[in-house]
Nanobody, 123 residues
Framework: QVQLVESGGGLVQAGDSLRLSCAAS????????MGWFRQAPGKEREFVAA????????YYADSVKGRFTISRDKSKSTVYLQVNSLKPEDTAVYYC????????????????WGQGTQVTVSS
């Protein structure tokens, strides 16, 4: 069992940065891969970034490559998403999720989800 709590969202202007955090609890955190997804109003939940259980590999959606960085701190059981150069189209609820197996890019592969944190980018 893994429990996830996101934080760090907010209302910012285009070009600003935020660091989203996902605090995890549960004995299996160190053995799961973690992902960030986002969902804008009226749209499907989409993949943003993922990191393997070891932290050795990361994966990004094309739309965020070069602007977003995912990382994890096992000592703190926390995953981060540094979001830079924000654009209005980045506005969404951002969710972190944990997976044991399956595709990094598909929401259905993830077993545990947080409640989400809102990111709103004004132009």
């Amino acid at each position: 069992q893994v429990q996830l709590v996101e934080s760090g969202g907010g209302l910012v202007q285009a070009g600003d940065s935020l660091r989203l955090s996902c605090a995890a609890s549960g004995r299996t955190f160190s053995s799961v891969s973690m992902g960030w997804f986002r969902q804008a109003p009226g749209k499907e939940r989409e993949f943003v970034a993922a990191i393997t259980w070891s932290g050795g590999s990361t994966y990004y959606a094309d739309s965020v490559k070069g602007r977003f960085t995912i990382s994890r701190d096992k000592s703190k059981s926390t995953v981060y998403l540094q979001v830079n150069s924000l654009k209005p189209e980045d506005t969404a609820v951002y969710y972190c999720a944990a997976r044991f197996r399956g595709s990094y890019y598909v929401p259905n592969s993830y077993d545990y989800w947080g409640q989400g944190t809102q990111v709103t980018v004004s132009s």
